[in-house]
């Protein structure tokens, strides 16, 4: 019974990447930074068939440092028109693999692509915003992956608002109703 909306929550997620003005495009990831969570918001890329997510940074982040220490995330995306919210737990991976890696930075538009060019880290303290500089042909795109292993699905919605958690046990998904 639960089947229905774990495919509704997969149609979302495709759709943030496939549909530019789709509310799932950016979602708020938490990572863990010392102890402490650490959220930002990043861009969807790509919703891969096992419901794996990618997304794309600046290999110098401090979110790669964070995903290096401790692979374990909580993704937050929300739809307010159709008061739909889906939380995802799981374990990051940065993609190491170089014709992945490439696969990926051609499908960034060529105006983009210097967004993980620059000199200095993303991060580094500057006196102008002007003041960045970007290197010619070396860069520091980093594709990740969040691998989920529980998906919350949350709908208000009257009579009865509807929360499901849905957990995964090797390649399949089961799904529980919780009290919203």
Request: aromatic share 10%.
């Amino acid at each position: 019974m639960t089947n229905q909306f774990l495919e509704e929550a997969k149609r979302e997620l495709v759709n943030g990447h496939s549909k530019k003005r789709h509310p799932f495009r950016y979602f708020v990831l938490a990572t863990n930074e010392n102890g402490k969570p650490k959220q930002r918001t990043v861009v969807l890329r790509k919703t891969l068939l096992d419901l794996s997510l990618v997304f794309y940074t600046d290999s110098r982040t401090h979110k790669i440092k964070d995903i290096q220490d401790n692979s374990e995330f909580s993704a937050l995306f929300y739809n307010s028109k159709k008061l739909l919210q889906i939380r995802i737990e799981g374990k990051a991976e940065l993609i190491t693999d170089k014709d992945q890696i490439a696969t990926y930075w051609h499908t960034i538009q060529a105006s983009s692509k210097k967004d993980y060019t620059t000199n200095l880290a993303p991060g580094t303290p500057i006196k102008n915003p002007d003041d960045v500089d970007y290197k010619s042909k070396e860069n520091h795109f980093c594709p990740v992956k969040l691998v989920p292993n529980k998906i919350e699905y949350l709908r208000l919605k009257r009579p009865n608002h509807l929360r499901i958690l849905f957990s995964r046990i090797d390649a399949d998904w089961s799904g529980k109703f919780l009290v919203p």
